[in-house]
């Protein structure tokens, strides 16, 4: 059976990330199931790219959005958004890069991050050094493969958008 490899750049203080799992299992089980699909997951941290060119408009906006989508969808979503120290959230992030490419263990990073209280081991922060390097590398890997922000705007310049208006 061929194997299809999905990229997929992810960002655990992203909502929009935490939906994207849960939705990529909806549609491994429900419509690929007769597909061998392999998750090639990249931690990436969005604030150092230019993802966002309006961040503050984008953290306004972007947790509202994800409950309204969350509903719609059935997928899981704290109704209040949950509040996190750096150090908790450098340990999530480190956990996501320990979660390789399962699916299934990525998305238990999130659910913990997003639904429950995050428990720090304090002293062990020493060991996530090598944190900031891979988010280099990853960011890097994620420009040169095109960011779907330049991918919209050549979008509506092709004729999309001008089939809308």
């Not at 059976?1 to 909806?26: C, G, N, R, T, W």
């Not at 419509?31 to 408009?57: C, G, Q």
């Not at 490419?101 to 060991?127: K, M």
């Not at 960011?139 to 922000?149: E, I, T």
Request: aromatic share 14%; hydrophobic share 40%.
């Amino acid at each position: 059976m061929l194997e299809h490899k999905l990229e997929i750049f992810i960002d655990i203080q992203d909502p929009y990330s935490y939906l994207l799992l849960q939705a990529l299992v909806e549609f491994r089980t429900h419509y690929f199931s007769h597909l061998k699909l392999a998750f090639h997951f990249y931690p990436v941290n969005s604030r150092d790219i230019e993802a966002f060119p309006e961040l503050a408009l984008w953290k306004a906006n972007a947790f509202d959005d994800a409950c309204y989508l969350a509903e719609r969808y059935g997928f899981d979503f704290p109704a209040n958004e949950p509040m996190r120290s750096d150090g908790e959230v450098r340990c999530a992030q480190a956990a996501l890069f320990k979660a390789e490419n399962s699916l299934t263990a990525c998305l238990a990073v999130f659910r913990h991050f997003w639904q429950e209280e995050a428990e720090i081991d304090s002293g062990s922060l020493d060991c996530y050094s090598q944190l900031d390097e891979r988010f280099k590398t990853n960011n890097h890997y994620l420009n040169r493969r095109g960011h779907y922000m330049g991918e919209c705007s050549i979008m509506l310049g092709s004729g999309i958008g001008e089939s809308i208006g």
